[in-house]
């Protein structure tokens, strides 16, 4: 069982940074891809970005240009920086996992709250 440990939310205010991070435990399969998604309150989850093991990235409309993921070669750990935060970007913050075998794992998480 792969295990995500989050931690890098808190409370801002609009136009502050945040940097989040997630360390997953060594799965048995391989990573495929890693990301972070997002649920507000009264709302579903939804991608905010992701990156997979060739590099490849991909962001949500709502924050391209202000976020930037990244995960460093040879490291089970991914980071989301957050740039000129928004109130509208207050939600839970969730990783992500996808393995090379089809399996998806989350982490359990980490409260992001912008005041304006």
């Known amino acids: 069982q792969v295990r995500l440990v989050e931690s890098g939310g808190g409370l801002v205010r609009a136009g502050e940074s945040l940097r989040l991070s997630c360390k997953a435990s060594?799965?048995?399969?391989?990573?495929?891809?890693m990301g972070w998604y997002r649920q507000a309150p009264g709302k579903q989850r939804e991608l905010v970005a992701a990156?997979?093991?060739?590099?490849?990235?991909n962001y949500a409309d709502s924050v391209k240009g202000r976020y930037t993921i990244s995960k460093p070669d040879a490291k089970n750990t991914v980071y989301l920086q957050m740039s000129d935060l928004k109130p509208e970007d207050t939600a839970v913050y969730y990783c992500?996992?996808?393995?090379?075998?089809?399996?998806?794992?989350w982490g359990q998480g980490t409260q992001v709250t912008v005041s304006s």
């Open positions: 990156v997979t093991n060739r590099g490849d990235t």
């Open positions: 060594d799965t048995m399969f391989g990573i495929k891809t």
């Open positions: 992500n996992l996808g393995d090379l075998l089809g399996g998806t794992y």
